[in-house]
């Protein structure tokens, strides 16, 4: 039952740009929380990617970049390359909720 | 360097109690804006935020889990444990506990640990 929506699954050709988006709703993004991003490689656990909407931890590289817009978000990778075959997922805050929200995962695949 | 590693049952029977245990180092939980929390994924799904304590005590539950998680903290000790009851094979996922060192994200994740509820 995630309230931030993002399509399943996103492909693209090594080199190319593909954007994944997170839609949710006036409790979370739009009420002003910041969403963050993680990519989970197979059979690993999370890890951070984007935080506070548009920053990279140290150690992650510039092809990754996020936005946010009134109620959605966007993960942008450009130059796209093998190993950036993964699942994202989306995360914010819920007011509404009072708690922490995850996106419903976006497969990335690498034609 | 921070880690963080779950500990606790593999298997665990319908309608029994889970307690699982997150042992931490690098950080203080007394360290104001500090928090752990605890986020599931059933195999091939999702991840589902559970539950998170903060550095002050004050504690957040998923709503639609919250009659059945309690969150714990031992700061002394640098744990964090989840207990929770009632366990349903739609339980059975890899929980993974994680590092929330301000409202930016949570920034380190334990490997995570795979309970299996199945009679």
């Known amino acids: 039952q995630s309230v931030l929506t993002q399509p399943p699954s996103v492909s693209g050709a090594p080199g190319q740009r593909v954007t994944i988006s997170c839609t949710g709703s006036s409790s979370n993004i739009g009420a002003g929380y910041d969403v963050h991003w993680y990519q989970q490689l197979p059979g690993t656990a999370p890890t951070l990617l984007i935080y506070g909407n548009n920053n990279r931890p140290s150690g992650v590289p510039d092809r990754f970049s996020g936005s946010k817009s009134g109620t959605s978000a966007s993960l942008a990778i450009t130059g796209l390359q093998a190993e950036d075959e993964a699942d994202y997922y989306c995360?914010?805050?819920?007011?509404?909720?009072?708690?922490?929200?995850f996106g419903t995962g976006t497969k990335v695949t690498v034609l | 360097q921070m880690t963080l590693k779950e500990s606790g049952p593999t298997l665990v029977k319908p309608t029994q109690t889970l307690t699982l245990t997150c042992t931490f180092s690098?950080?203080?939980?007394?360290?104001?804006?500090?928090?752990v929390g605890w986020i599931r994924q059933p195999p091939g799904k999702a991840l589902e935020w559970l539950a998170l304590i903060y550095w002050d005590g004050d504690k957040r539950y998923s709503p639609s889990l919250k009659n059945r998680l309690t969150i714990t903290k031992d700061t002394s000790k640098n744990q964090v444990v989840l207990t929770m009851t009632n366990l349903d094979p739609v339980d059975t996922a890899t929980y993974y506990c994680?590092?929330?060192?301000?409202?930016?994200?949570?920034?380190?994740w334990g490997q995570g640990t795979l309970v299996t509820v199945s009679s």
């Open positions: 994680a590092h929330r060192p301000d409202a930016s994200g949570f920034h380190y």
């Open positions: 995360q914010s805050y819920d007011r509404s909720l009072s708690g922490y929200v």
């Open positions: 690098g950080f203080s939980l007394s360290t104001s804006g500090v928090g």
